[in-house]
């Protein structure tokens, strides 16, 4: 046992001595530059304020959609950069259409209940069915109930109910979809977490393709009322809706700025810049996509210039399922350039940050060197460190194919931020101007540092260890369902 733990503590030791040879004599005079020109010069705040004002929501594939990615290509292109791109793909695009929803406890004694349709439900749908209430929605709650969901309408919790069994682990919405339609269900009504009747808009399908059952969202008080009244007798459901679904073109926009003396070396800095529909996207993600756009500003306007080169990436899609992030990293397989990919930050709702995360834990003490200068310079960054994975934003494909992965982590969200989480009410009015410099300046500090160090500690991961990653972070169970896991049992 002795042994064990002095190994240990000296390979912790070790780690943190390279950690610190890493650290150039020149990053803390760099760092404060960068923390002068955001705290004087940010655009993070105007510009998402003209985004948001001006163009509305980003939806992928809609005329905002296309408005947005053209706002932030010229953004970069003001800012100086010469090496600006579109990125363009193609997306099965979803937006909604027309809904109604009633419930009684017979055909012909229904009643509206207010609601909104989750992508990428079908294009057309009129049914009445029987509901089966099937408490989180989880593989066991089905086990559980063999059978009684065929043909008929599954209601389903977004999170994880008041006294369910210690350690029960909830799903992504679209997850739980997919469970539904594996059981048979005829369609899925989700409650959201949310007080006072705030609906829930996002995609309900683990692939970003067309799902074959409807797909609701309702307000909590509305769900909960649900499950009581199906303790006293059955209830139906009926559901019309129409949905518009069709092949149309998006585009990524990325921005290079090449290395000077590790060219072929490359960080991603992303965020998806795409929002879905009920709102103007302000928190998700806004703030974090304009992050990404001035931390790429600031390098600029310092003609900071790394080891290594430093992509910053709008990527579109993400909503409608990581489908921006998924054609770059299809790309850079096809184009060999994935082999240049050292490491991907991803900014997705992050707001003034307290520390940074990452993937692997090597990553660690090159972070915290790194978070420790940030700390001098603002001792509101504490300079916390997250060893994590998980999934459903735009690190994922990065992350699935051995790309370190991480970012900056442990902030709040301003004002209300997470409750309207795909709310109708994500709007400009929640974003702090103070959480969003602090995003900037923060990430910018861990961008240079990251793309400046002699070594990043953390390597691409094999095929085989990518496997044991993903077993390690228990996510097994959620690619499976996705059709995203590629290894035979």
């Known amino acids: 046992m002795f042994k064990k733990t002095f190994t240990s503590s000296c390979l912790a030791a070790l780690l943190s001595v390279q950690a610190f040879a890493q650290v150039s004599p020149e990053w803390p005079s760099v760092f404060k530059k960068i923390n002068t020109e955001v705290q004087n010069n940010s655009k993070a705040y105007s510009t998402l304020k003209t985004a948001s004002e001006t163009i509305g929501?980003?939806?992928?594939?809609?005329?905002?959609?296309?408005?947005?990615?053209?706002?932030?290509?010229?953004?970069?292109?003001?800012?100086?950069?010469?090496?600006?791109?579109?990125?363009?793909?193609?997306?099965?695009?979803?937006?909604?259409?027309?809904?109604?929803?009633?419930?009684?406890?017979?055909?012909?004694?229904?009643?509206?209940?207010?609601?909104?349709?989750?992508?990428?439900?079908?294009?057309?749908?009129?049914m009445t069915a029987d509901i089966v209430d099937m408490g989180n929605g989880l593989e066991a709650d089905y086990q559980a109930n063999p059978g009684a969901v065929k043909d008929k309408i599954a209601l389903v919790y977004l999170g994880v109910l008041p006294g369910s069994p210690e350690g029960t682990h909830t799903l992504h919405r679209s997850e739980k979809a997919a469970i539904a339609i594996k059981y048979d269900a005829k369609g899925i009504i989700i409650i959201n977490t949310v007080d006072g009747g705030t609906l829930l808009t996002g995609t309900a399908s683990v692939t970003g393709k067309l799902i074959p059952i409807p797909a609701i969202c309702i307000g909590k008080e509305d769900g909960l009322r649900l499950k009581e009244q199906l303790k006293s007798g059955p209830l139906k459901a009926q559901i019309n809706m129409s949905n518009f679904s069709g092949i149309i073109k998006a585009r990524n926009v990325i921005a290079t700025l090449k290395g000077k003396s590790l060219p072929n070396e490359k960080v991603v800095v992303g965020g998806h810049l795409d929002s879905w529909d009920l709102a103007t996207g302000a928190i998700d993600n806004g703030i974090g996509s304009f992050s990404v756009i001035d931390m790429a500003r600031t390098f600029q306007a310092l003609k900071l210039k790394p080891k290594r080169t430093i992509e910053f990436v709008l990527f579109m899609g993400e909503e409608e399922g990581l489908l921006g992030s998924k054609a770059y990293v299809k790309e850079a397989?096809?184009?060999?350039?994935?082999?240049?990919?050292?490491?991907?930050?991803?900014?997705?709702?992050?707001?003034?940050?307290?520390?940074?995360?990452?993937?692997?834990?090597?990553?660690?003490?090159?972070?915290?060197?790194?978070?420790?200068?940030?700390?001098?310079?603002?001792?509101?960054?504490?300079?916390?460190?997250?060893?994590?994975?998980?999934?459903?934003?735009?690190?994922?494909?990065?992350?699935?194919?051995?790309?370190?992965?991480?970012?900056?982590?442990?902030?709040?969200?301003?004002?209300?931020?997470?409750?309207?989480?795909?709310?109708?009410?994500?709007?400009?009015?929640?974003?702090?101007?103070?959480?969003?410099?602090?995003?900037?300046?923060?990430?910018?500090?861990?961008?240079?540092?990251?793309?400046?160090?002699?070594?990043?500690?953390?390597?691409?991961?094999?095929?085989?260890?990518?496997?044991?990653?993903?077993?390690?972070?228990?996510?097994?169970?959620p690619l499976k369902i996705a059709g995203e896991w590629r290894w035979a049992d």
């Open 57 to 126: 929501h980003r939806l992928t594939g809609s005329e905002n959609g296309k408005e947005a990615e053209e706002y932030a290509y010229n953004l970069l292109k003001s800012y100086g950069f010469s090496d600006v791109r579109y990125q363009p793909f193609e997306v099965e695009s979803w937006s909604r259409g027309d809904l109604s929803f009633k419930i009684g406890p017979d055909a012909s004694h229904l009643q509206t209940v207010k609601s909104v349709s989750l992508a990428h439900s079908p294009t057309k749908i009129e």
């Open 333 to 477: 397989i096809k184009d060999k350039s994935i082999n240049k990919l050292a490491f991907m930050l991803n900014y997705d709702m992050t707001n003034d940050p307290k520390g940074y995360s990452a993937s692997n834990e090597m990553c660690k003490p090159l972070f915290q060197s790194i978070g420790a200068i940030t700390a001098q310079i603002d001792t509101t960054f504490k300079n916390s460190f997250s060893s994590r994975a998980g999934l459903h934003s735009d690190h994922q494909p990065f992350m699935l194919h051995g790309i370190p992965t991480g970012g900056s982590f442990g902030g709040k969200l301003p004002n209300n931020g997470r409750d309207c989480y795909h709310a109708d009410c994500d709007s400009f009015d929640q974003v702090d101007e103070t959480g969003l410099k602090n995003t900037v300046r923060f990430s910018s500090m861990l961008l240079y540092g990251l793309a400046d160090a002699s070594s990043i500690p953390a390597k691409r991961l094999n095929d085989e260890e990518t496997k044991a990653f993903l077993l390690k972070n228990n996510l097994e169970e």
